[in-house]
Nanobody
Framework: QVRLVESGGGLVQPGGSLRLSCAAS????????MAWYRQAPGKERELVAR???????NYLDFVKGRFAISRDNAKNTVYLQMNVLKPDDTAVYYC?????????WGQGTQVTVSS
């Protein structure tokens, strides 16, 4: 079992920045991939960014150049630095853990971009 706890969401003006954190605990595999997804009202959940255990990353096209995912394996924590935020980035952001057939989700953290 793996528990994921997100933090760092909130209300920010367009052009602002936020950093999300996801702390993992439990039976964590060192080779697990971690990711951030988001879901806006009335829309499907979508992958925002993913990072493998060896640091390879991929991003949703809409956030490339603005968002950066990173991980601290010693702290079992993954981060999402979000810059130049836009109103279309408004969503609930979920942390995701994937190792073989084991998939876990955090409870989500709300990010609202509005003036």
């Amino acid at each position: 079992q793996v528990r994921l706890v997100e933090s760092g969401g909130g209300l920010v003006q367009p052009g602002g920045s936020l950093r999300l954190s996801c702390a993992a605990s439990g039976s964590i595999a060192s080779s697990a991939a971690m990711a951030w997804y988001r879901q806006a009202p009335g829309k499907e959940r979508e992958l925002v960014a993913r990072i493998t255990s060896y640091g390879s990353t991929n991003y949703l096209d809409f956030v490339k150049g603005r968002f950066a995912i990173s991980r601290d394996n010693a702290k079992n924590t993954v981060y999402l630095q979000m810059n130049v935020l836009k109103p279309d980035d408004t969503a609930v952001y979920y942390c995701n853990y994937r190792y073989l057939q084991y998939i876990y989700w955090g409870q989500g953290t709300q990010v609202t971009v509005s003036s």
